[in-house]
């Protein structure tokens, strides 16, 4: 049976035990065409085993993974649909990129010509005629992905691409993937790092544990992560009132004593304290900070939650448990106890 052409890849409540090790459990997530996904967790998150799945070279304990709306193995021309590559892959030590490539190339029907052109599409071909053996991991990585381009595949599957690059080549990478998305073909990528793909990827799945985490488009990750303003007051109680007065609910204490606005630049906060009368002693910024929110999701002590609350793994857009302390818990969206009769401290504590 025919492929549909789709460029979409699905992954469908898959599950993978070795023995007792649930490594990949229940996971739902679809890539289209066009975009590039970024598959992150920790190490032994389940990353690999999910996509040696996808690729046929793993059989689920349960559910689907499709590329084309058929399993691997089921794709009459693999290497033309999904280009993939996967960690620690070897190469002949003594062959060199070309001869490597055209022995690929030979083994999936495709002509010698495009050796030359992949060799060029990767940043290799001064390097062709040189030993895989004495390459650099970042060569390396480009050779195998050279190999994976080979047979000008609508799909790409690639296993941790940037391990072993320099900055420079996570620069190209990140380039070289976004232009073939441009092209509306569709990328998975897989990292541990989220730092290392954040400028690449438009949509992200994450996992921990085997399980997913969140599922959807970055942006939308991002803009979950609200900045907070923090403001040290003479008069906690007094600053909570006008912020209030002031249009702004998400109001809560740090454990410092600091009160902690989200929704608001500094400056407005400064203009709020100044019109206000109130004596404060620092207004602070605190960024967003992606990198933390992925620590958090992926924690061990997150993972320990109950699993899919709501029922089920997140749909796009969606969240696994929330992260612990998230939303704050202590969260004044009315004034604190206390403050309304104007003494009495902090959450009627003083
Ligand atoms: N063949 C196997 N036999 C037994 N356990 C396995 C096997 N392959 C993977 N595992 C286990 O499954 C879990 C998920 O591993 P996997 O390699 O998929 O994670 P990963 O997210 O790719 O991590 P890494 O980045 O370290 O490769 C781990 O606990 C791992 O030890």
Do not use: C
């Not at 693999?78 to 690929?104: C, T």
């Not at 544990?209 to 906690?236: E, F, I, K, N």
């Amino acid at each position: 049976m025919q492929h549909d052409g789709s460029g979409r890849i699905v992954v469908q409540n898959l599950s993978k035990h070795f023995g007792p090790v649930a490594a990949v459990q229940n996971l739902s997530f679809e890539v289209r065409p066009g975009s590039v996904t970024g598959f992150l967790g920790p190490n032994g998150a389940g990353k690999t085993t999910t996509l040696r799945m996808l690729l046929g070279l793993v059989t689920p304990s349960a559910g689907v993974a499709t590329i084309n709306g058929r399993p691997y193995h089921q794709l009459g021309n693999p290497a033309q649909v999904v280009g993939a590559v996967l960690e620690n892959e070897g190469f002949h030590p003594k062959r060199s990129a070309r001869n490597h490539l055209k022995v690929y190339a030979a083994a999936i029907g495709a002509p010698d010509q495009r050796v030359e052109e992949v060799l060029g599409l990767v940043g290799l071909s001064g390097a062709a005629d040189r030993r895989a053996g004495g390459f650099s991991l970042g060569m390396r990585q480009r050779l195998a992905l050279a190999t994976a381009l080979l047979g000008n595949p609508q799909v790409l599957v690639l296993d941790e691409p940037a391990n072993g690059l320099d900055p420079e080549g996570i620069v190209w990478l990140r380039n070289f993937l976004r232009a073939y998305a441009r092209e509306g073909r569709t990328v998975l990528v897989s990292s541990h790092l989220l730092s290392e793909v954040e400028q690449t990827i438009d949509q992200v799945v994450i996992i921990s544990h085997g399980v997913t985490r969140y599922y959807g488009p970055l942006d939308q990750l991002r803009s979950s992560q609200q900045s907070r303003v923090l403001v040290q007051a003479a008069d906690p109680n007094a600053l909570v009132k006008a912020l209030q007065e002031g249009g702004f609910t998400q109001v809560e204490p740090t454990p410092d004593g600091r009160v902690a606005v989200l929704g608001a630049t500094r400056q407005q906060i400064g203009d709020l304290v100044a019109k206000a009368g109130i004596a404060v002693y620092g207004i602070e910024e605190e960024r967003a900070d992606l990198e933390k929110l992925f620590f958090q999701l992926t924690s061990p002590q997150y993972a320990g939650m109950p699993q899919q609350p709501y029922g089920g793994p997140p749909q796009q857009g969606g969240w696994g448990p929330p992260p612990p302390g998230y939303p704050p818990q202590q969260q004044y969206q009315q004034a604190p106890p206390g403050y309304q009769q104007g003494h009495g401290g902090w959450g009627g504590q003083g």
